[in-house]
Antibody, heavy 130, light 105 residues
């Protein structure tokens, strides 16, 4: 069974750094074509994609949040960690991690992977407030 | 950034109805579109990927179609458990979500 579980603080002060951990089971972080993505959802609002780390360690970040986000992973622990710096009340949201599978298209004989999120964690709610 | 526009924002329907939800992309995303269902207090659930492929254990009443910039999620014979929020997402260039369509009774 594939599961993902997010963990981290529920309350953070403005300007502080948030560290969220995604613990996965039922699949490997280094299986070809697999990635783990992070998505957030402010209360009552739409989903917003944040970042993704692929099986080969490639990292992708939302252009609007690139300077605030860092992804790391611990393969031995089956964990992916998202760090977000300089928090603002606008970062109040439920944060989800999701396993991402891929389809492949070849451009100039080189594979390009296109990831969609197939299994999601339950999410963890984070409030940014002083 | 590719912008996805979903319509309508809210759709009032009845059990047994057939509904079509629209998702329009600001530029071509080929068939790199996924659809998710979200119920209150729950995480999103993948319904469709590749514009038209149903995810595992998704009932056959859910179907997706489209390519390029125009996509549709169709739900045949609505069940009570289908009343929820539906999001489309493109993964052709980065990842973006639409603003969602809410199905309500």
């Amino acid at each position: 069974q594939i599961t993902l579980k997010e963990s981290g603080p529920s309350l953070v002060k403005p300007t502080q750094t948030l560290t969220l951990t995604c613990s996965v089971s039922g699949f490997s972080l280094v299986t070809d074509g697999v990635a783990v993505g992070w998505i957030r959802q402010p209360p009552g609002k739409a989903l917003e994609w944040l970042a993704l780390i692929s099986w080969n360690g490639n990292e992708e970040y939302s252009p609007s949040l690139r300077t605030k986000l860092t992804l790391t992973r611990d393969i031995s622990k089956n964990q992916v960690v998202l760090t977000m710096t300089n928090l603002d009340p606008a970062d109040t949201a439920t944060y989800y991690c999701a396993r991402s599978l891929s389809t492949v298209r070849y451009k100039w004989n080189r594979p390009t992977y296109y990831f969609y999120m197939d299994v999601w964690g339950r999410g963890t709610a984070v409030t940014v407030s002083s | 950034e590719i912008i996805l526009t979903q319509s309508p924002g809210t759709l009032s329907v009845s059990p047994g109805d057939r509904v079509s939800l629209s998702c329009r992309a600001s530029q071509s995303v080929y068939t790199n579109i996924a659809w998710y269902q979200q119920k209150p207090g729950q995480a999103p659930r993948l319904l469709i990927y590749g514009a038209s492929t149903r995810a595992t254990v998704i009932p056959a009443r859910f179907s997706g179609s489209g390519s390029g910039t125009e996509f549709t999620l169709t739900i045949n014979s609505l069940q009570s458990e289908d009343f929820a929020l539906y999001y489309c997402q493109q993964y052709e260039s980065g990842w973006t979500f639409g603003q969602g369509t809410k199905l309500e009774i």
